[in-house]
């Protein structure tokens, strides 16, 4: 199945920074979700973007799939922002189950 | 309903005892998956049915494991002979169409004492 790997594995920012999450997978991909969890546990979704540019808000994510990379961007970062972000695409191309990398723990300071 | 339910949120068992989770996925939605989330890990895969069918269950663990979705909706996952190791949050996931975009309940923390 497909190798997830996602980066940086930890990241503290101020309120008000911007970042950027990285995540790399092995094989090609036709689904790919970027998932929110919050610190409650609860997985929300950010996006489901198989490829091309998304945007919603001050979030926006990218997925590049002959490169095999996704890039999740946060900008003007609250502290509500702060949690695991998740990204998961198939175990294998047109697969239906997730494969859920690692993820990025990511801790907003006020 | 408006997301997908499971219950119990919570639940404490003892070593050898027999568990059921239970998922009400967002109605409509013909695909249901179980994950199983470990502590600092990312959610693993178990179990995804299609309609009543399980489709694909290679990510349940041994045969203490199973899962039931009799009539297209709700599914049961049901532990038996539980372990200390089978603790973790349960999670469940729905989605309209395959592959397509998933939705996740809040979970099922089981502790096994």
């Known amino acids: 199945g497909i190798q997830v790997e996602q980066s940086p594995p930890d990241l503290i920012l101020q309120e008000g920074a911007n970042s950027t999450l990285r995540c790399n997978f092995s094989?090609?991909?036709?689904?790919l979700q970027w998932f929110h969890q919050n610190p409650w546990g609860q997985l929300i979704n950010l996006f489901y973007i198989p490829s091309g540019t998304k945007q919603n808000g001050r979030l926006s994510a990218t997925t590049v799939a002959t490169e095999r990379y996704s890039l999740l961007y946060i900008s003007s970062s609250q502290t509500t922002d702060s949690g695991v972000y998740f990204c998961a695409p198939p175990s294998n191309f047109g697969n239906e189950k997730l494969t859920f990398g690692t993820g990025t723990r990511l801790t907003i300071i006020p | 309903g408006a997301g997908v339910s499971q219950t119990p949120s919570n639940k404490v068992t003892e070593k050898g005892k027999y568990v059921e989770l239970r998922c009400d996925p967002i109605s409509g939605h013909t695909a249901l998956y179980w994950y199983r989330q470990s502590l600092g890990q990312g959610p693993e895969f178990l179990i995804y049915f299609q309609g009543t069918g399980a489709a694909d269950d290679s990510g349940l663990p041994n045969d203490r494991f199973f899962a039931v979705r009799p009539e297209g909706s709700v599914s049961t996952l049901k532990i038996q002979r539980t372990e200390r190791g089978d603790s973790a949050v349960y999670l469940c996931?729905?989605?309209?169409?395959?592959?397509?975009?998933?939705?996740f309940g809040e979970g099922s923390r089981l502790t096994v004492l």
């Open positions: 996931a729905s989605s309209f169409r395959t592959p397509g975009e998933l939705f």
């Open positions: 094989d090609s991909v036709n689904n």
